[in-house]
Every structure is written in structure tokens, then in C-alpha cells.
């Protein structure tokens, strides 16, 4: 039933606003994508977008095998709030045959389990903290924040002072650099996320984008 095609495949558990913008970035970058959350209401807004949605529960071994899972490329687990689904979720995963798996961690004993039950990457802030703290000193402005895929990356970049007062639409990053915009984070804390075309930069934005890594640096020597 289930044919691997040339195309990249990815799978989000747990579709909130930012799993949506995410597979919005990564639908425009012509790859395959299949959702996976148990509250219908947060597949409304991705329905139409991504290849395939699925009601269901994400620590239901048969639920994953039927929808396909494991003939992913890669799966997020975006969420971390509630510790034993993710980390039942994350061990069901790799158990069915999920090639590369990023996981969202709570706390350093949530980082620990998932590494441990099989997790290729586990994202905590707060044990990020140093290592985007030298990136950010080796190239000024540009911050990695995950690697999604080998190549391709999400990363806060500082704009540079040309976008400020232009809008989304004037920019056109997705033509003119061949990146995402998944979030714009304001000076005064304000946080847009899937920010909308008519949106107007102001100095000392930080835009959180996914793209090829060439094409995050060439935006961020900008």
C-alpha cells in the first residue's frame, strides 16, 4: 500500500501552531509530510496541505504501523509536555522502523530516557543554550537551532537592516533566498508565528526560518 517515493517523507507527532508552520516549510520544499495528533481540531489548519492527516494516538503501536510511519525519513515528536506519551510514542516509533527521529525533551531526565529508548536528537533549550551561544559568536546575527534533515536546518537569523519597514511580500524570501519564514520574534518578546505576507519588519526582528544550510547563511551575511 505504502510506496517509498524520491521525495522526501516526514512525519510530525503533535500538531500545534509551530508543527503547522513547519509542515508548511516543509510542503513548500516540495517534500511529503503526514501528521499525527489526537485532537482533530489541531489537523484543521493542515488538512489541505500535507499529504495525509491522522486522528489518532500516537502510543498505539498498529495506529502507527496503518498510517505509515515507518517508511518516513524522519519524525518529529514536537511535543514534551506530557512525558509518557512522548516518551511511548518515541520508543513505538523506532521500534516499528523510523530511520531518524527528533524528539522534543521536558527536562534533562526526559533528554536522558529518549536518547536511551532511541531518539537520533533530542532538542532542550536549556542544554542548547551554550552550544547556540558559540554559534552565534563564530557567525553574528545566525543561530541553529535543529537540524531537520542532513543539509536542511530551522535557525533564528537577525534581520538585516534593508527588510526593516518592508513587509514579507516585498522581501520575498522564499523566491529571493529560497527560505522559509516559520516566526518573527519582535524586540519588545512579541512572538509571530506563521507570520502573515502583509507583515512589516521592524528593527532588531529575528526571523525563524527553514532552508538548505547555504541558503541560511547567505541570508544571514546579508
Known sequence: MFEKKARSY?????????????AEALVGYGARVIVMDRNEDNLTNVQNIVEEVVIGDATDEQT??????????????S???????????????KEIG?????AKARNLLHLRILKKIGADEVVLPEADSGRRLASKLISPGFQELLEITPGYAIADILIPESFEGKNLIEIDLRNK??????AIKRNNGEVLISPEPHTQFQKNDVITILGKDSDLKTLSNQ
Open 10 to 22: 516526514f512525519g510530525i507527532i503533535g500538531i500545534g501552531r509551530f508543527g503547522q508552520a513547519i
Open 64 to 77: 502507527l504501523i496503518d498510517s505509515g510511519f515507518q517508511y518516513t525519513d524522519l519524525v518529529i515528536v
Open 79 to 93: 511535543f514534551a509536555e506530557d512525558l509518557a506519551t512522548s516518551i511511548l510514542a518515541t520508543m513505538l516509533l
Open 98 to 102: 523510523v530511520k531518524k527521529l527528533i
Open 177 to 182: 533566498f529560497k527560505v522559509n519564514a516559520l
